[in-house]
């Protein structure tokens, strides 16, 4: 416990100290969601389905199931299955990752986005790659 002669030293000296929180505390899944959707994706965490499915070596990530139109997302040229591995330089391993890289980025107006598009059926064999994808946020 601080004493009293301890505080008022600290406030002498002109040093306030008081907890900072940010707001990587206080990210969560429903936040990510939303601020997802801001930027015109509907996505979703890679779960051993979506991973057996799109057929990656890991369940990490966050896959795009839907992209709305003439979004940011839209406009950057992001698509329907890809996988969402950077935002901005920073690792998206699972909703708070990307939750918190686009609460960072968006205010920015210019950001990367690097995705991970698996090969399709029409790829013919051709394997899957990453794209980088960037983003101008338009002003009204």
């Not at 330089?89 to 708070?96: A, E, V």
Request: aromatic letters at 6%.
């Amino acid at each position: 416990m601080i004493g009293r002669s301890a505080i008022l030293a600290i406030c002498i000296s002109g040093f306030v100290w008081a907890p900072v929180l940010s707001s990587a505390e206080d990210m969560t899944e429903d936040r990510a969601y939303v601020l997802a959707e801001e930027f015109g994706l509907d996505v979703g965490e890679v779960d051993e389905e979506i991973k057996e499915v799109l057929g990656l070596t890991k369940a990490e990530g966050v896959v795009v199931f839907g992209v709305i139109g003439s979004s940011p997302a839209d406009r950057a040229g992001i698509k329907v299955k890809a996988v969402i591995k950077e935002v901005d330089g920073k690792d998206i391993r699972n909703m708070l990752d990307l939750g918190k890289a686009l609460e960072k980025a968006m205010p920015t107006q210019n950001f990367s986005v690097a995705t991970f598009e698996p090969a399709g059926i029409d790829d013919q064999g051709v394997g899957g790659g990453l794209n980088f994808h960037f983003v101008r946020v338009e002003k009204d």
